[in-house]
């Protein structure tokens, strides 16, 4: 049974709280909040053992294995590092870090300390996914010349002060969620990248919409958008030389339509087991048994090549965070 330890207690750890119940070799045994309050209410809503009022206290305990770190991304590298320098392997919610600077201070401290670590990019772990690569592998669009993913949403006017439209807190949607676009374009086309552009509409230090062009070396291109102040539909294509598929919620898709040139039609359904972190857990715990350090999924160099990606684009539109200096 691997035990695993949330940090924090917003809307994200509530969904891995959910999920982990459905893991049988998964325990959630503790929670830590910054304050003791907080760490109370979400362990009586999840009855969990351990409640922990700092995050020190459990990083310091012997009641976990895998702390799963669900704080504010300004606040990733820090607690990651934390856990780590006190022996726990950790899973981060995306993006890992806010730039890459602070991703390879992560990496090295997984190494130094010989932890397991990875970026929470539950996405590439889902059925769905793992489905459309088969797909693509098997030839079934071709060559692959374009790729198209929109995740776009608008906050609630209660939601106003969230630390997702907070400079200091790596806010953004490029961070929030167009990290989901450049890990779509790049599991269909790769890394080997020609060039590529982004524009972006920046307010009181966050990019509120941004989009972002990559121009491959094949000739291929994907156009990539992101926002959280902007409902757009929040779906995807991956275009081929025999034809398209598409995908809504496209970064973690429970239902693939193709559409084939010789007028071939299917629709392929590709459920979660749960709300779609349960795939994640169980590969952690796989990873943890087997001891390894690194996933052979999410792994450091697919982590590494998005984080600089999302830098140059930073770069591009001018945005810039206080963890970059």
């Given at each position: 049974?691997?035990?695993?330890?949330?940090?924090g207690?917003?809307?994200?750890?509530?969904?891995?709280?959910?999920?982990?119940?459905?893991?049988?070799?998964?325990?959630?045994t503790?929670?830590?909040?910054?304050?003791?309050?907080?760490?109370e209410?979400?362990?009586d809503?999840?009855?969990?053992?351990?409640?922990?009022?700092?995050?020190?206290?459990?990083?310091?305990s012997?009641?976990?294995d895998v702390a799963?770190?669900?704080v504010?991304?300004?606040?990733h590298?820090?607690?990651?590092?934390?856990?780590?320098?006190?022996?726990?392997?950790?899973i981060?919610?995306?993006?890992l870090?806010v730039?890459?600077k602070?991703v390879?201070?992560?990496?090295?401290s997984?190494?130094e300390?010989?932890?397991?670590?990875?970026e929470?990019?539950?996405?590439?772990?889902v059925?769905?996914?793992?489905?459309?690569?088969?797909?693509?592998e098997?030839?079934?669009?071709?060559?692959?010349?374009?790729?198209?993913g929109?995740?776009?949403?608008?906050?609630?006017?209660?939601?106003?002060?969230?630390?997702?439209?907070?400079?200091?807190n790596?806010?953004?949607?490029?961070?929030?969620v167009?990290?989901?676009?450049?890990?779509?374009?790049?599991?269909?086309?790769?890394k080997?990248?020609?060039?590529?552009?982004?524009?972006?509409?920046?307010?009181?230090?966050i990019?509120?919409h941004?989009?972002?062009?990559?121009?491959?070396?094949s000739?291929?291109?994907?156009?990539?958008?992101s926002?959280?102040?902007?409902?757009?539909p929040?779906?995807?294509?991956i275009?081929?030389?025999k034809?398209?598929?598409?995908?809504?919620r496209?970064y973690a898709?429970?239902e693939?339509?193709?559409?084939?040139?010789?007028?071939?039609?299917?629709i392929?359904?590709?459920?979660y087991?749960g709300?779609?972190?349960?795939?994640?857990?169980?590969?952690?715990?796989?990873?943890?048994?087997?001891?390894?350090?690194?996933?052979?999924?999410?792994?450091f160099?697919?982590?590494?090549?998005i984080?600089?990606?999302?830098?140059?684009?930073r770069?591009?539109?001018?945005?810039e965070?206080?963890?970059?200096?």
């Amino acid at each position: 049974m691997i035990r695993f330890g949330i940090v924090g207690t917003g809307n994200i750890a509530h969904r891995f709280a959910e999920a982990i119940k459905n893991v049988p070799q998964a325990e959630l045994t503790a929670v830590a909040s910054r304050t003791q309050l907080n760490a109370e209410k979400f362990g009586d809503e999840f009855n969990i053992q351990h409640r922990f009022g700092s995050y020190e206290e459990m990083a310091t305990s012997d009641v976990i294995d895998v702390a799963y770190i669900a704080v504010p991304h300004s606040g990733h590298a820090e607690c990651s590092i934390l856990m780590m320098k006190n022996k726990k392997n950790v899973i981060c919610e995306k993006p890992l870090a806010v730039n890459t600077k602070e991703v390879e201070e992560m990496i090295a401290s997984a190494k130094e300390n010989n932890v397991f670590l990875m970026e929470a990019m539950w996405a590439r772990l889902v059925p769905g996914t793992i489905k459309i690569l088969e797909l693509i592998e098997n030839g079934l669009l071709g060559e692959i010349k374009g790729v198209e993913g929109k995740f776009c949403y608008t906050m609630d006017e209660d939601e106003m002060d969230h630390h997702v439209l907070k400079n200091e807190n790596g806010g953004g949607s490029l961070l929030d969620v167009g990290v989901y676009g450049l890990n779509f374009a790049s599991w269909y086309l790769g890394k080997d990248i020609d060039s590529f552009d982004a524009k972006a509409d920046v307010v009181n230090g966050i990019d509120t919409h941004t989009c972002a062009v990559i121009k491959y070396k094949s000739g291929a291109i994907a156009d990539i958008s992101s926002a959280v102040l902007l409902r757009k539909p929040n779906e995807g294509y991956i275009y081929g030389t025999k034809g398209y598929i598409h995908v809504n919620r496209f970064y973690a898709p429970q239902e693939i339509e193709i559409n084939l040139l010789d007028g071939t039609k299917e629709i392929i359904q590709t459920k979660y087991m749960g709300n779609g972190f349960e795939e994640q857990i169980i590969h952690v715990c796989e990873c943890v048994e087997k001891a390894l350090k690194e996933s052979p999924i999410n792994t450091f160099e697919q982590t590494l090549f998005i984080t600089k990606q999302m830098d140059e684009i930073r770069k591009i539109i001018g945005l810039e965070y206080p963890q970059d200096y």
